[in-house]
């Protein structure tokens, strides 16, 4: 008897509400189209923005990334492509190399590449403007991706001129062997 009373005791206070308000009130269905619709708008949100590395490193053409057995993930960090053609920074050819794989001589000052310094500076403005806006410290890193045939010269030649840019952290790219 309980249970009969608990529903006409529902069905009074319901009535009494619709009556107040002016209008009968109805309920609410949600389908499955919905539900699937909202599912995979999260499920596509979620993967963007947590599937994705924050660097993406695509090798210039021609250029032969060396093979390591490292398993340490990649650091985000300004990356300089260095080929047997040419040193690339942010899609941009700064360099152009010689037939021997060596640096133009018209770009070089010492072991100052110019070229390539003028653009690193500005990169560290940035970074660092942007890293004192997020209240955070610069980390001051580069992505160094080089060709497995290069010149030991030419990877001292970049590294110093990162340095004198005021980038104090060095990553080497490399593309994970098996085993």
């Known amino acids: 008897m309980s249970a009969e009373s608990d529903e006409a005791f529902l069905a009074r206070k319901?009535?009494?509400?619709?009556?107040?308000?002016?209008?009968?009130?109805?309920?609410?269905?949600?389908?499955?189209?919905?539900?699937?619709?909202?599912?995979?708008?999260?499920?596509?949100?979620?993967?963007?923005?947590?599937?994705?590395?924050?660097?993406v490193i695509a090798p210039t053409q021609g250029q032969k990334v060396p093979l390591s057995r490292a398993d340490t993930p990649i650091q985000d960090g300004v990356p300089i492509y260095v080929s047997q053609k040419s040193i690339t920074l942010a899609e941009k050819r700064v360099v152009q190399m010689d037939e021997t794989g060596e640096i133009d001589p018209s770009a070089l000052q010492g072991h100052l590449i110019g070229p390539l310094y003028d653009l690193l500076a500005e990169e560290a403005d940035k970074a660092k403007q942007m890293a004192e806006g997020k209240g955070e410290e610069w980390e001051g890193r580069v992505i160094l991706i080089g060709d497995q045939n290069l010149k030991f010269s030419v990877l001292v030649d970049v590294m110093y001129t990162a340095g004198r840019a005021e980038f104090r952290e060095y990553a080497f790219c490399v593309v994970q062997q098996g085993g």
């Open 14 to 55: 319901a009535a009494k509400r619709q009556s107040r308000r002016g209008f009968v009130e109805e309920k609410a269905i949600l389908g499955m189209t919905s539900l699937m619709d909202a599912i995979t708008i999260i499920v596509v949100y979620l993967l963007k923005n947590y599937g994705s590395d924050p660097v």
